[in-house]
């Protein structure tokens, strides 16, 4: 059944998509941490940041189907929830991050990011890292290298190589920034100046690199000094998930000028957005007028804001931090026992867990992390990888995700990597 429904995919959506795992799943209904197939099995959702409050968890739903049922438009008229959503979400960031633009995707708001950096800065060049993804559009898919050697980046783009505090030593925060320093210097020689310093704050696709704490610091302020922006992209780690701060980029004591919010922020309804300084947009908005159908919709925002609820009312936060310290000290116990696993990175449960053939030379152990992944798949655990290798594996669940569940998910990987190492 599986097979017929590949091929009928395949068919109907054509070629571009790619499913997970080798025998992928076919999943039918969600409940918390679970996903479900069509025969009642249950799938441990260690991956989605998207169901951030647990899949389909009934505050949320309730919210979308009560708002659904009165009043859902364009965002043209006023209306009030779009207010007070905004106010509520405006106040988990610094004071000087005063407005947001409502857009339905991560991708839309880092567009949008884009185009006020080069109306504010003047500028026309961006700085990307080595395997960022930054989202669908042309110009963000012109400047995500991890889309694959095929791509072709965009002529104003610069990569840098992202802070690897595994295989570099040292304070990779002034490291990283020197390598910006660079890429503007680079720009400079092609007569481009730079427009913004995109950054991923815990570099998801790069391979997960969370700490230390400030890294991100002297980057930013070398972007300033060359009168370029800097944009925090919190759609992977943001809402929470690192278990401290509400966005990623308050770990590293920096307010950017633009954050672009996506996946989580309505646990699976598209709403994303893009928070700003005013000052910063003043310009765009002196210049140019922005129009999204469907950004901050009554719906979006009703749902945006029964996410905000849970958060605080189930305490997700203190959950993540708690959950993801139990799950740290199981990785490294594991991390003790198995050679496959070289090094352990967490920030609350956003966790990576990188994979090498060997300590010494650490090489990425690519196919062993595909096996893995494929074989927690059958022992109906789903996670994923990261970094430009595929080596990292990539653990990043709903923020309701328990010790138990983890307990779950730690003795099925202790299974897989011992059945790999025994081939
Ligand atoms: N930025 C990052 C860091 C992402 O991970 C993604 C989605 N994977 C995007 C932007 C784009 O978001 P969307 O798919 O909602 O357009």
């Not at 972007?223 to 992977?236: H, K, M, N, T, W």
């Not at 950017?256 to 947009?281: T, W, Y």
């Amino acid at each position: 059944a599986t097979r017929a429904m590949i091929a009928r995919r395949q068919q109907l959506l054509g070629p571009a998509y790619r499913l997970f795992y080798e025998n992928p799943v076919h999943v039918v209904r969600g409940e918390g941490v679970w996903l479900y197939d069509p025969d009642g099995n249950a799938y441990l959702d260690v991956y989605n940041n998207v169901a951030c409050v647990g899949h389909c968890h009934p505050r949320v739903v309730e919210a979308i189907a009560r708002q659904a049922s009165v009043l859902n438009t364009h965002t043209r008229y006023l209306h009030d929830l779009v207010l007070d959503y905004a106010e509520r979400l405006l106040s988990y960031f610094p004071p000087d991050l005063g407005h947001v633009m409502f857009t339905c995707t991560g991708s839309e708001a880092n567009d949008l990011a884009l185009r006020i950096a080069k109306a504010h800065s003047g500028g026309s060049g961006f700085i990307v890292t080595q395997n960022a993804y930054h989202g669908v559009t042309d110009v963000l898919a012109g400047m995500s290298p991890s889309l694959g050697a095929s791509m072709v980046l965009g002529d104003h783009v610069r990569i840098v190589p992202a802070p690897d505090t595994y295989r570099s030593g040292g304070d990779v925060g002034s490291a990283f920034a020197e390598h910006v320093e660079a890429a503007i210097g680079d720009l400079a020689r092609s007569g481009v100046r730079p427009a913004a310093l995109i950054v991923d704050t815990i570099f998801s696709s790069d391979g997960i690199f969370p700490d230390p704490t400030g890294l991100l610091k002297p980057a930013v302020e070398a972007i300033r000094r060359a009168g370029g922006l800097f944009i925090a992209d919190e759609v992977q780690p943001g809402f929470g998930r690192t278990g401290s701060h509400m966005w990623g980029f308050a770990r590293h004591g920096i307010v950017p000028d633009l954050v672009s919010l996506g996946k989580p922020m309505g646990n699976g309804h598209p709403v994303a957005g893009l928070v700003a300084r005013p000052e910063v947009l003043s310009t765009f908005g002196a210049r140019m007028r922005y129009f999204n159908t469907f950004g901050g919709n009554p719906v979006s925002c009703a749902a945006g804001m029964a996410v905000l609820d849970v958060i605080e009312g189930e305490a997700l936060l203190g959950n993540a931090r708690r959950t993801g310290e139990y799950l740290r000290t199981g990785l490294d116990e594991l991390a003790a026992r198995h050679a496959l696993i070289g090094d352990v990175r967490a920030a609350g449960l956003f966790v990576g867990v990188e994979l090498v053939r060997e300590h010494s030379t650490r090489e990425p152990a690519s196919e062993a992390a595909a096996r893995v992944v494929n074989g927690l798949r059958e022992r109906r655990i789903l996670i994923s990888t990261a970094g430009p290798n595929g080596n990292v594996l990539k653990i990043r669940p709903p923020l309701v995700f328990t010790c138990e569940n983890a307990n779950v998910f730690l003795a099925a990987l202790d299974d897989t990597l011992a059945e790999i190492e025994r081939i």
